[in-house]
């Protein structure tokens, strides 16, 4: 799913510009269809000032095969469950910068691995 995660790095640089209904709709579209090329058109598409969002997504939308409505439900939570694993990596490379900074000497694996018991037990002992 690596579209997934250079879509959702594409919009964070146009960070402001698009509404969250759009930023989803455009995530959702980049899984279904993996076209780097088509994606990153349209998100410039979706940030022009002035433009019909509406009538962006019908576009967008016609050009999807259309597929049963579960089909769709499966998607956007494989799409949410993506979302949430990229957040997690970021916040667990975050947490062991900062425990480093303050001497504890924990890698982003064992954070990922261990009892979290064993980390508070480690931040206790400052």
Excluded: C
């Amino acid at each position: 799913m690596k579209s997934i995660e250079e879509t959702i790095e594409a919009i964070s640089k146009k960070q402001g510009v698009l509404t969250d209904a759009e930023t989803q709709f455009i995530i959702q579209y980049a899984f279904k269809t993996g076209d780097e090329e088509l994606i990153l058109k349209m998100i410039e598409d979706f940030t022009v000032e002035g433009k019909d969002s509406k009538a962006l997504i019908q576009k967008y939308e016609a050009t999807l095969d259309v597929k049963p409505k579960w089909v769709d439900q499966i998607e956007n939570l494989l799409v949410a469950i993506e979302m949430y694993r990229l957040e997690e990596e970021k916040a667990v490379n975050r947490l062991a910068d900062v425990l480093g900074a303050y001497g504890i000497h924990v890698s982003a694996e064992e954070i990922r691995n261990s009892d979290m018991e064993q980390i508070k037990q480690k931040v206790k002992t400052l």
